[in-house]
């Protein structure tokens, strides 16, 4: 029988964030990326506060070179920030006028997109967005254990209709932008879910059915809807964006 020796222990719970020791042969720099990460999304590393290398290594058992390598990843999608002789910090909520901003921009190009997926769609493209559709179910949680696969999915699929609409230059500017991170970040619940996954249904069937007016509609719509009824409001209520 094999025996574990004392460097071989499995997961431990960590102090601190309350957080689950990798194991070091799990320790890639992917793990790592994704432990720190749902700490920021879960707001357990609050909007503001430091991240500690040194600190975080300990957390996850890990050796501090990971971490430093998810921090550089996390900062180039503005999730922490970097000051020199600082450290890093986790970075602040989107604020009501940047998600504005956020929303303007989206709606200038994205309902366009949606509309040149739909009259160049092909059988292959129509496949590809049903595809992403079957890809993920609504989260039943609210954390970001539970919500993590819908955010990479609202990422796919804004990403493939700005890729099926022929511009690679609108794909990477809204790739760019890092917004499903930021706004999930700022906000989610079990409801939101399934508004999500209802109204990108009504995108694919628009664009899969080659109605570049229904598909246009439909994209603004889902933003509009999402701005105005879903986010905006939270700047306005009594608790603001705190969870």
């Not at 992917?30 to 749902?38: G, L, N, P, S, T």
């Not at 890093?88 to 994205?110: M, N, S, V």
């Not at 509309?115 to 590809?128: D, L, Q, T």
């Not at 760019?176 to 508004?195: E, M, N, P, Q, W």
């Amino acid at each position: 029988m094999n025996q574990q020796g004392p460097g071989d222990a499995g997961p431990q719970s960590a102090d601190g964030f309350g957080i689950e020791v990798l194991p070091r042969r799990q320790a890639l720099a992917d793990e790592v990326h994704e432990a720190i990460k749902a700490l920021l999304m879960d707001h357990r590393i609050a909007p503001g506060d430091r991240v500690s290398i040194d600190g975080m290594a300990r957390e996850l058992g890990v050796s501090p070179t990971p971490v430093r390598e998810a921090l550089a990843r996390l900062e180039s999608a503005e999730l922490v920030v970097k000051a020199p002789l600082r450290g890093y910090r986790a970075a602040p909520l989107l604020t009501e006028q940047q998600l504005e901003d956020l929303y303007r921009f989206r709606l200038l190009i994205e309902p366009w997109a949606a509309a040149r997926a739909a009259e160049g769609i092909s059988a292959a493209g129509a496949i590809r967005l049903r595809a992403e559709m079957d890809s993920c179910d609504a989260p039943t949680e609210s954390g970001y254990r539970s919500y993590k696969e819908l955010t990479a999915h609202d990422t796919r699929f804004h990403l493939l209709t700005a890729e099926l609409a022929g511009s690679e230059q609108v794909r990477l500017a809204l790739e760019r932008t890092h917004c499903h991170l930021h706004i999930f970040r700022l906000y989610f619940d079990r409801a939101v879910g399934s508004k999500t996954l209802e109204e990108h249904r009504a995108i694919t069937e628009a664009i899969a059915s080659a109605d570049a007016s229904a598909a246009e509609q439909a994209m603004r719509h889902h933003l509009e809807a999402a701005f105005q009824q879903r986010l905006r409001p939270l700047y306005h209520a009594p608790s603001s964006t705190e969870r």
